[in-house]
């Protein structure tokens, strides 16, 4: 993948696939779960709910492996399979439990595959995006080929949107930011602290004249800030704030 290519293109497992091996079990997760956040209005079962609720705290080091399995043990009996007919409404809960499962992946799952967090995170983007793509679709009721078309351009715009949650985790990791630790000012530390722990993630503007005052000009930084798109937990910028991996 070339730099071009990262910050123009339109699949996200593709970019995923770029930073397998380099990327953290904790952005993963963190990504996995931004991909549950999505679709959380879909999300049938309390237990999965909880299960995206665990998913963020074990990343964060919050949560315990006991409730990791937990949560992970109680998500197959969210699953409801239909027969991907687009009409059919059962799907769209089937996808987004999906989702919530990728994001609860154990770090020793799957030995062979060393990289198989990368596995997961891709698996959950592409399962919040069918559930997505199913919760448009049955409402073509009695109208399969109507129904697939919505489903597939619904499809295409959820994999858009994840691919701006993969740059909004990993930024472009073909050009390093250098954080300079003067920029850490409390009203800084503050601002990116309430944006993680809060999901205030409304104040970014405000982050970014904060961190203009304390003297970052780094165009990168604050370009990312005072953009419009989506942030989420893992935010690049808000991580180097914070000093997270």
Known sequence: MTEAEWLNGADPQAMLEHVRGTASHRKLRLFAAACCRQVWRFLGHEDSRQGVIVAERYADGLASERERQAAAAAI?????????????????????????????????DCPPITTYATTCAIAAAHASANAAAYAASVSVAGNQDAAAR????????????????????????????????????????????????????????????????????????????????????????????????
């Open 150 to 245: 919505v489903a597939d351009r619904v499809y295409a715009a959820a994999l858009r949107q994840r691919v701006s949650l993969v740059r909004d985790l990993f930024g472009n990791p073909f050009r390093a930011v250098a954080f300079d630790a003067v920029w850490l000012t409390p009203e800084v530390v503050r601002l990116a602290r309430a944006a993680y722990d809060e999901r205030a993630f409304d104040q970014m503007p405000d982050l970014a004249e904060a961190l203009d005052r304390a003297g970052c000009t780094h165009q990168e930084i604050q370009r990312h800030c005072r953009q419009p798109g989506e942030h989420v937990r893992g935010c690049w910028v808000v991580d180097l704030i914070l000093g997270q991996q």
């Open 76 to 108: 197959p009996r969210c699953y409801s399979y239909g027969d991907e007919d687009p009409t059919d409404p059962g799907n769209v809960d089937t996808f987004a439990t999906e989702a919530v499962a990728c994001a609860l992946f154990a770090d020793n």
